[in-house]
């Protein structure tokens, strides 16, 4: 009997039980508060060393006022929509917008053009300092969609059904996820530190370690294939990780988090706007490609977290023409939590797009699941057909 091939699509609402944040719970005063706690540079009564950091941190800190001030200006808008606009402004549109979010960021105009100049700028100078002051707010998502790992205790009992999960899961397995930060990679090293007892999963004391968490900065490619030599999942980030930077034409990923780290490096994460866009026909083109790839030919895929969301319509399209190709599909099972109405709407538009394509043929069963992903992922990993039909029986539809 051959080996089912699972695929898993990963959104926000997959780390939530972990303590993730929602994109609605970001740029906050509060998340400001959190992540001054894990970098100290943060802080008001900080000295920065340089006028690179100084510069930095007093930008950084001003998102949240840039945040409250665009919805002011726009009226009501969701974190997504404002990053939306900022991207905007860095391409040359809304040059008002632009120049009223660098007011908040008078220390990166000064530097680049004096005191006081600010006024004076004309469209093309508003784009190229909403550029630099977006490659800052890409440091603070990195910063905040993180956090949480960071104050998460190590021996949580949050961590038991994800350590459940992950360790069933081998290189025939695929995630796909939209998620910047750092989980999946944390339970690679919790498995690895859970087979070595004794050992620290993040002081990379192995050469094992090193992998996860690899201390030489590897190619995106290379890092990749690292983990499918360790026996892991194959790991798709669609739209980048707080942890890939651009290395001319080439991803690689990062050791080190820290503030100097993340200021010293572009950071390879799609925002809201056009950057998703730009990093699918670009620099993660390969990291697409696996994964329609994966979700057009597997035979389970579960959606965990994922709402398909309006700010994600490429991925949206791409992910219905892979399920409506695939003829190897046998279930897809969405987990949204309880009486879900994104969950209602993503199972219609899946079961359309799969009778679109087979008609009377299909096989595939569309579920909508009323748990929690700590409640699915270690209760459904199924390895034969026999057990897809053993395991779906746990769980009632919605």
């Given at each position: 009997m051959s080996?089912?091939r699972h695929?898993?699509l990963?959104?926000a609402g997959?780390?939530v039980p972990l303590g993730?944040p929602?994109?609605t719970?970001l740029?906050?005063d509060?998340?400001?508060m ?7 540079e ?7 060393p340089d006028?690179l950091a100084?510069v930095?941190v007093?930008s ?6 840039m945040y ?5 200006y ?10 939306e606009?900022c ?7 809304l040059t008002?917008f632009g ?12 530097q680049?053009y ?5 006024p004076t700028?004309d469209?093309?100078?508003i784009c190229?300092?909403?550029?630099k002051l977006?490659?800052l707010?890409?440091?603070r998502l990195a910063m905040e ?5 960071k ?5 949580s009992?949050?961590w038991l059904p994800?350590?459940g999960?992950?360790d ?16 999946i990679?944390?339970?690679?090293a919790?498995?690895f530190?859970r ?8 002081d990379?004391g192995?050469?094992?370690y090193?992998?996860?968490f ?8 290379d890092y990749?294939s690292?983990w499918?030599?360790l026996g892991?999942?194959r790991?798709?980030?669609?739209h980048g ?7 001319d034409?080439?991803i690689?990923v990062?050791?080190i ?13 799609g925002?809201p706007g056009t950057?998703k866009?730009k990093?699918a026909?670009?620099?993660?083109q390969?990291?697409?490609?696996d994964?329609m790839?994966a979700i ?5 895929l579960s ?10 319509n490429?991925?949206?399209?791409r992910l219905?023409?892979s399920?409506?190709?695939?003829r190897?599909?046998q279930?897809?099972?969405?987990v949204l ?9 993503a199972r219609?538009?899946?079961?359309q797009a799969?009778r ?6 299909c096989?595939a ?6 748990v929690f992903?700590q ?9 034969t057909?026999?057990?897809?039909n ?9």
């Amino acid at each position: 009997m051959s080996s089912i091939r699972h695929v898993y699509l990963l959104g926000a609402g997959f780390g939530v039980p972990l303590g993730g944040p929602l994109f609605t719970q970001l740029l906050s005063d509060n998340m400001t508060m959190r992540i001054t706690s894990t970098y100290p540079e943060l802080d008001m009564n900080y000295h920065a060393p340089d006028d690179l950091a100084r510069v930095a941190v007093h930008s950084i800190r001003a998102v949240p006022q840039m945040y409250i001030d665009a919805t002011e200006y726009f009226g009501t808008l969701n974190p997504e929509q404002f990053l939306e606009r900022c991207d905007a402004a860095a391409a040359g549109k809304l040059t008002g917008f632009g120049r009223r979010m660098l007011n908040y960021a008078s220390l990166l105009v000064k530097q680049e053009y004096g005191e006081d100049a600010l006024p004076t700028l004309d469209g093309s100078h508003i784009c190229g300092l909403m550029q630099k002051l977006n490659s800052l707010i890409r440091v603070r998502l990195a910063m905040e969609t993180t956090q949480f790992l960071k104050e998460l205790d190590d021996d949580s009992e949050r961590w038991l059904p994800y350590d459940g999960w992950f360790d069933r899961l081998n290189e025939q397995d695929v995630i796909i996820t939209t998620n910047y930060d750092n989980v999946i990679e944390t339970l690679a090293a919790r498995r690895f530190s859970r087979l070595h007892r004794g050992s620290n999963p993040f002081d990379a004391g192995g050469s094992r370690y090193q992998d996860i968490f690899p201390k030489d900065n590897p190619t995106l490619e290379d890092y990749l294939s690292r983990w499918t030599m360790l026996g892991l999942p194959r790991l798709l980030k669609l739209h980048g990780c707080c942890r890939w930077y651009r290395d001319d034409s080439q991803i690689r990923v990062l050791h080190i988090d820290g503030l100097d780290s993340f200021l010293q490096r572009d950071l390879v994460i799609g925002v809201p706007g056009t950057g998703k866009r730009k990093l699918a026909q670009g620099p993660c083109q390969r990291v697409w490609s696996d994964a329609m790839g994966a979700i057009s030919e597997y035979d389970v895929l579960s959606v965990v977290g994922y709402s398909l969301p309006a700010s994600d319509n490429d991925l949206r399209i791409r992910l219905l023409d892979s399920i409506a190709a695939n003829r190897s599909l046998q279930e897809v099972n969405i987990v949204l939590g309880l009486d879900s109405p994104d969950g209602r709407r993503a199972r219609q538009i899946m079961k359309q797009a799969i009778r679109s394509s087979m008609g009377d043929d299909c096989r595939a069963d569309v579920r909508l699941l009323s748990v929690f992903a700590q409640d699915y992922l270690p209760r459904f990993v199924p390895r034969t057909e026999d057990d897809i039909n053993r395991m779906r029986f746990g769980f009632d539809e919605v």
